[in-house]
């Protein structure tokens, strides 16, 4: 038992480092968004993360003497995640992110959760308990105190943004696709290298075309471009598409998808925290007490579940 609360706690605490790690990908994107152009930005750190990670894949093969997933029995399962959750999900979520503001695009964000939660309960037959709706609530509450300016700031009806809205509206379902769906490799038994590779070298094949003929890629202005966009996309390739995909995937071995997703509505607090570091911008006290409501809400559902579930028993009983 001691080691089951151990595990979950390391689990928690894990979702939290993932969520971190995605929130980067913002202050990134702003610091190199006036050096390249934003094709580049969504597809080479992928196609980048791909290759750093393939020759990992190979060293983890060789050391489980298993071979290379290249048969159509066995990669037919990556088409989807690579096509949908990956390549689709990151041309629409460029163009969306084109059409509308961010103030949009941060609050259509916290859809995907949901998102999830409604995939799941059909591709994966998890059911939401009294506790994983009052996570849900929480974290919803705490995203809003968190989120106030963008709140105020949103312009969601005014017409020049529609269709960019419903276009990201539309990327993060496809996100929530690929985060359930991944939930399903996993039952599958394919490791968490399989998945990150086997899913970006899809996406990135997919890709080519986009590079070559919309915005097409010069290795040399990449370079010249300054080092702060090759460090930039770097920290995308390893630290917001490898790494944390890996440790989400990892957690999943043990979690339901439902209850690891509820991370993401740690976002906007992380995006708040990194504003002010990287950004020099402020925080405000609401934004502590919201993310603070997140944290409680990520711990009840990871760590606490089941106890909670039992005292409600006992309660209603």
């Known amino acids: 038992m001691p080691v089951l609360k151990s595990q979950k706690s390391i689990d928690w605490g894990l979702i939290i480092v993932i969520n971190f790690l995605w929130a980067t990908q913002v ?8 050096r390249l152009g934003p094709i580049t930005v969504a597809f080479i750190p992928m196609i980048a993360s791909t290759v750093i990670f393939l020759p990992v894949l190979w060293i983890e093969n060789k050391k489980r003497n298993v071979r290379f997933r290249w048969r159509w029995n066995e990669i037919k399962y990556f088409i989807l995640s690579g096509l949908i959750g990956i390549f689709v999900m990151q ?14 695009a941060g609050i259509i964000t916290l859809t995907i959760p949901v998102f999830v939660a409604i995939l799941a309960s059909f591709m994966l037959k998890e059911k939401l308990n009294a506790v994983r709706i009052i ?50 490799l996993v039952d599958k038994k394919f490791t968490e290298l399989e998945i990150l590779v086997y899913s970006s070298i899809i996406g990135s094949i997919a890709s080519i075309p986009i590079i070559l003929f919309v915005e097409p890629f010069h290795i040399v ?8 966009a090759v460090f930039g996309i770097l920290e995308l390739s390893v630290f917001v598409y490898g790494i944390p995909a890996l440790l989400f995937f ?38 502590v007490v919201g993310g603070s409501i997140i944290f409680l809400s990520t711990l009840m559902v990871t760590v606490y579940e089941e106890k909670l579930l039992e005292l409600l028993r006992r309660f209603t009983s």
């Open 27 to 34: 202050p990134v994107i702003r610091l190199i968004g006036d």
């Open 91 to 104: 041309y629409a979520y460029t163009v969306g992110s084109k059409l509308t503001i961010a103030a949009n």
């Open 135 to 184: 996570s849900f609530v929480l974290a919803i509450i705490g995203v809003l105190l968190t989120s106030i300016s963008d709140i105020s700031g949103a312009r969601f009806f005014t017409g020049q943004y529609f269709a960019g809205n419903m276009i990201f509206l539309f990327a993060c379902l496809c996100c929530a696709f690929y985060n359930t769906y991944c939930k399903v």
């Open 221 to 228: 202005s990449f370079i010249h471009s300054g080092n702060i």
């Open 250 to 287: 990892y957690v999943l071995k043990r979690m339901d998808v439902t209850q690891a997703i509820l991370g993401n509505y740690l976002l906007p607090f992380f995006i708040a925290l990194l504003g002010i570091v990287l950004l020099n911008e402020s925080i405000s006290f609401l934004m």
